[in-house]
């Protein structure tokens, strides 16, 4: 089979070398079918006249196409197109790839579909006002922290970069153990500190190690969004235990079968802010004890505390290694860190390291560098005190707002806490409230979004942490004036 | 109840305020039970003369500890210490928590177990000969990129830091898909690029949201185990298939029911080396489409191809949104990086978006600032072709001194592309044969560990891309006399 001629759009002025254009050409007539199987090329000193280039040019295309499979070179027999299946995928030209029907294949798992479906109001671009959980950006040292984090990456440590540590750099972890026994009363050496990407990568990477599909889980309810993301994604039955002011109340836990997790924010409940009573920390670790249930402690903001001293971390009164204890520098320092720690107990620490040797998450070394230094000179403890007074004056200007604008309508007071305020509404449709602020360019998270059971909260999550006062009396009144608006 | 006196430790010259002094005490008094439940503590007044410390310390402790519900105070009626559970806990001593069982619940989830168990031998700290994977570190514009960094850390972009981008900051996913479409005819917009935290963290993002427990992934064997631990940690259940010098053969897949995804490494299979020949290209797109499947190319190094131009990826010839595309930077500049990218079919990527919303791993703002400069600005280019130059000169030495010094034990020969050779070896036992060479202080992973079948490759898999020249044959002697040690 030879064809009458072979027509081949070569351009010698296009920046692409003439021998993967005609590679490209060739390639692209095979697949369209044009040259089926068995036909055969032309010997390269033909094509090389024919085209008017050179033999080698005509050579290293063939030699290409010869090595991808596309034709069989045979000495002597000339080069063929080789058989190439299926026809249906020859004869498809690019145009049809998006009339082509999409695959059933493209529906996620039920884990990802679970995630995918965990939808807070997505935030309004750009603006801070009043996201929970976002610091203040403006006021943190960036230009020091850019100098640490360039010298850190100027002399990278080890060859491997990261690969011999899985579990973070040793200075760091030592750091950081220093900084928890003495800020938190977390009781630990550096072998139990495992450097993350993060909160959401610690809760990511525990649900994984720890839970199997149908695991139970407690949570609070209402709780936190992201830590049930991270159990849902591991397939694990989320048991919701009503949380009020004391905390986590594990009697109306409804308990057909132990749970082997318990995950709690015992320092400053995520959203209500409660502080978990002695009673209700001794009760945990009880009944964690009797379950043979291990508990995550997430820490997640215990550094701003306004009233009293920070309460010492429940890791601290773990009797026999059941508390796995969670902390992260997105809300000390800036999200853009990506770092947080998890503390393992003993019997984890070297199961979790050698788990992390495969799946490799580890944070930048350039970023854990800079860290070490962050915390060892001491600016760590520096930022925190002064963003802790700034917060604090944040706090009461945003709640003298609310209570001069909303009318009645949002029930702010005081928190002893934390860099956000969970305000009770005067409504029974909260994400309706919520979509009017939002729709104003303000930030606003509906309380009933982190209520799993009957008890649902109503109201608004407000993030005063990374607004600067001047800005928090003006915007707290465009947010009202927009809960106001339709009455309710 | 009262006390004949209240003994408690106050040393005036600690760091500690008092009143942290006492209420420490106070509170291991009530936790060690030497305060039960319903003791009266004494007045602030009586207190504060006994111990010669001003009321307002008394009152503070006090107050903490009310907070904390470790004692109640009534107004009038005194302050008296509250009902904690359980005796058993209140009694047991810190010395206790060595000597305590450990907890069954420190046993790791099946899925964990098979993480942790998932072993290749760890790589000698410190050493990058001979460690598969590892790039020229010392070769990096580490300067040029902490300034970079630097630069884009002092200008952070967004209040949110990240939290907005959960796929990455556009620009930058802009510049990774003129990059691919130019350099290995990747077919994407910039709404379908993922920046992760890696190759692995790709893998795992993609295994958690497309696999539920027990779906069946088609896995190349041998093949990477970084792929295997991303699946097992989703619960999927493996199905592994023979690939030979044409990569994958999909004729020998042993299946019961059709599975949900298919992992190759088509540019340079892993650990073999080999190019997937068009043919089977083709018919795997072709079974994908049968069978409802999503295709995974991992195209972790087809940057270094030494003889012919880089093979197109699979996902340009792609005609219906089957292929999930993953590269990654550590290989192309170092993995402190700790970035790569999906490339993900339209129908996917909006879901992808909003689970990512959720789990949040996302890079580094100022990595991400300094990566988009350095694609935008050439470095990239200009630095992934000096090393493709230096990786080749890097592989002839190696080679050769693999020749001149194996004695015939090992069989190495030039491969077209990549970073590392997969050496076969004329031994039963592989993985003795690297544990001698690990024990002389040089890297070396037995390719046994990549087979999951009963074809079993054996002999050694040897990175050489991170080197450096003059280091490679003394280093390869070495190795060699391990190697030889003991006959075999």
Not at 413 to 432: F, I, N, S, Y
Request: glycine residues 10%; charged residues 20%.
């Amino acid at each position: 089979m030879e064809p009458p001629h072979l027509l081949l759009p070569l351009d010698r002025t296009a920046p692409a070398p003439l021998q993967v254009q005609l590679y490209e050409a060739l390639r692209q007539a095979i697949l369209a079918g044009r040259f089926p199987a068995g036909f055969r090329l032309p010997a390269t000193r033909t094509l090389s006249a024919d085209l008017g280039v050179g033999r080698n040019t005509v050579i290293a295309a063939y030699e290409q196409l010869a090595a991808e499979g596309y034709v069989d070179a045979r000495t002597g027999a000339g080069t063929e197109v080789a058989a190439l299946p299926p026809d249906r995928l020859l004869a498809a030209g690019p145009g049809d790839r998006r009339a082509a029907n999409l695959p059933s294949a493209t529906t996620l798992s039920k884990r990802g579909a679970s995630l995918a479906g965990l939808r807070a109001p997505p935030p309004v671009p750009g603006m801070a006002a009043f996201q929970p959980g976002l610091p203040a950006v403006e006021l943190f040292p960036h230009t020091l922290w850019a100098d640490l984090m360039a010298k850190a990456a100027r002399r990278p440590l080890a060859p491997s970069l990261g690969y011999d540590e899985p579990t973070g750099e040793p200075a760091l972890r030592r750091a950081i153990a220093a900084y928890l026994a003495a800020a938190r009363g977390v009781n630990a050496d550096e072998d139990q500190v495992i450097i993350v990407s993060g909160a959401q990568a610690g809760l990511d990477l525990t649900a994984r190690l720890l839970l199997d599909p149908g695991d139970g889980i407690i949570v609070e309810d209402p709780g936190y969004l992201g830590a049930r993301a991270a159990f849902l994604g591991s397939g694990a039955n989320l048991i919701p235990v009503p949380a009020d002011a004391d905390g986590i109340n594990l009697d109306l836990a409804p308990l057909a079968a132990a749970p082997r997790l318990i995950y709690v924010t015992p320092s400053h409940q995520y959203p209500t802010g409660a502080t978990m009573s002695a009673a209700r920390r001794l009760t945990l670790l009880d009944r964690a004890a009797q379950w043979g249930a291990l508990v995550i402690e997430d820490d997640y903001d215990s550094e701003y505390r306004y009233r009293g001293r920070p309460l010492p971390a429940l890791q601290g009164m773990d009797r026999d290694g059941r508390v796995i204890y969670l902390g992260t520098f997105s809300k000390t320092m800036v999200p853009g860190i990506r770092a947080g720690y998890l503390i393992v107990p003993r019997a984890l620490a070297e199961k979790f390291r050698l788990a992390l040797r495969v799946t490799g998450h580890f944070v930048p070394p350039a970023i854990q560098g800079a860290l070490t230094r962050f915390l060892e000179d001491g600016h760590f403890a520096r930022h925190v005190r002064r963003m802790r007074l700034r917060y604090q004056d944040r706090q009461e200007i945003m709640v003298g707002s609310l209570q001069k604008h909303a009318g009645g309508m949002l029930l702010a007071r005081p928190a002893d806490a934390g860099m956000q305020l969970a305000v009770p509404a005067d409504t029974r449709d909260d994400q309706a409230l919520a979509r009017r602020i939002i729709a104003a360019g303000i930030n606003a998270r509906p309380l009933s979004v982190y209520s799993l059971g009957p008890g649902v909260m109503r109201g608004l999550h407000l993030g005063y942490a990374g607004v600067p006062e001047r800005l928090i009396g003006p915007l707290v009144k465009r947010l009202c004036q927009a809960a106001l608006q339709r009455g309710n």
